[in-house]
């Protein structure tokens, strides 16, 4: 690690941290929450329905990334009606997980040592992403 990262990730803590105490003035009323869950509700709806003219794998990945905007769009949501730090820490855990979740569908596509290998790069991106997360919790929490 160079000694310019540890104050690149400070930055972009504190910038996260910002971000965080200008969403938690923003909460959304309880109406504004429903309507807005409903549009992601719809959404998700509208492109999985998309994939219904797919098949085999691309389906599949169809599907998943359907999926997995819903999910980090959900826990967007949530962050942004709660303004709670923990909540923000969660979009970045699902964003992470759901990345990992498309590319190994993607990898599908792949036979033998290739797909092996695409899986495998797929889960150091997805642990290299939680690690970051886990290292700004800790900058976070030493501030």
């Given amino acids: 690690m160079t000694t310019t990262q540890p104050m690149k990730l400070a930055v972009l803590v504190?910038?996260?941290m910002a971000l965080a105490s200008s969403h938690a003035a923003d909460k959304l009323s309880k109406d504004e929450?429903?309507?807005e869950k409903a549009k992601i509700e719809a959404n998700y709806k509208t492109d999985k329905a998309a994939c219904d003219g797919q098949q085999?794998?691309?389906k599949d990945v169809c599907e998943k990334e359907a999926t997995a905007k819903e999910k980090v769009a959900l826990a967007?949501?949530?962050f942004k009606n709660t303004g709670k730090d923990?909540?923000?820490?969660?979009?970045?855990k699902v964003k992470a997980e759901q990345d990992y979740a498309v590319a190994k569908e993607k990898?599908?596509?792949m036979k033998g040592a290739e797909e092996s290998a695409c899986k495998k790069q797929a889960k150091a991106?997805?642990?290299k992403a939680k690690a970051d997360i886990k290292a700004e919790?800790?900058?976070a929490a030493s501030s």
């Fill in 14 to 16: 504190a910038a996260m």
């Fill in 33 to 35: 929450y429903k309507a």
């Fill in 56 to 58: 085999g794998n691309a």
């Fill in 76 to 78: 967007d949501l949530d």
């Fill in 86 to 92: 923990s909540d923000r820490v969660k979009v970045e």
């Fill in 107 to 109: 990898c599908e596509d």
């Fill in 125 to 127: 991106a997805e642990a």
């Fill in 137 to 139: 919790k800790k900058v």
